[in-house]
C-alpha cells in the first residue's frame, strides 16, 4: 500500500507550466529526497500536496483513497503537515508555546477559561522526547539553535498525529552540528513510521537519510528511485541536464 501517490500531476500558471504530468509513490516509514534546481517544481509540487494549490490535472491519493484538496486543513485531515523553510515560529515565545500556538488547551474556573499551560508543557515535552530532542518546553524560542527551533516544528506537526510530513530546507543555513540534530530527528520519524518527503539542495544530506530520490527539472519528473541505486553525481547531471533520466 503507498501512502502517497500521486498520478500526473501537472499544474499551470496561465501560460507556464510549472508541472506536467509528475508521478510519484511514497510508502509508510519512507524518506524521500526531493531535489532540482530553483524554479524546478519542487515548491509547486509541495503545495499541491499540503492543499495550497489545486493541480491542474492528476490524482492524489492517500493510503489508496483519492483525494481531492481545496485547501491546507483539507491535507491536514489527511494526515498531511508540512514545515516551511521559515517554521513561522514565534522567537518571544516559549516552545511548548509555539507547539500549540493557536490549538492552546484550555481549563474551565466556572465561567472563565484559561489557558492549560501544564499540559502545554507536559504533552509537549512528550513530543520531544519520541524525537529525542534535547529541547525543553520552557525553553524560549530565541534562544534556540537552528536544530532546537526545527525540533520545535516539528513537534507542532505531532500533535495531529500526521502520516506524513513535508520538510522545504531544514538544513538550510545551520552549522554542521545542528544539521546532524535535523537529519536525526528525519529519523526519528521514520522510525516511527511517518512518511517523509525532504525538499533539499544539500546532497550530503540528502543522501544521508532518503530511502528514495526524486528529481525534478523545468516541471518533469527525470528520475526517482532507491538512494542507494543513485549518486550525488548522478543527480547533479539530472538537475542540471547532463543526464537526460535515469
Known sequence: MSRLKLSGISRSFGAIRALDGVSLELAPGEVMGLM???????????????????PTSGEIRVDDKLVEFNKPIDAQREGIEIVYQDLALCNHLTAASNVFLGREPTRRFGPVSIIDYDKMRTTSAQLFARLKSETRPRDVVRRMSGGQRQAVAIARTLLSHPKIVLLDEPTAAISVRQVAEVLDLIRNLRDQGISVILISHRMPDVFAVADTVAVLRRGELVTSKGASESSPEEVTGLITGAIEYA
Open 36 to 54: 532540482g534546481d530553483n524554479g524546478a517544481g519542487k515548491s509547486t509540487l509541495v503545495k499541491i500536496i499540503a492543499g495550497n494549490y489545486r
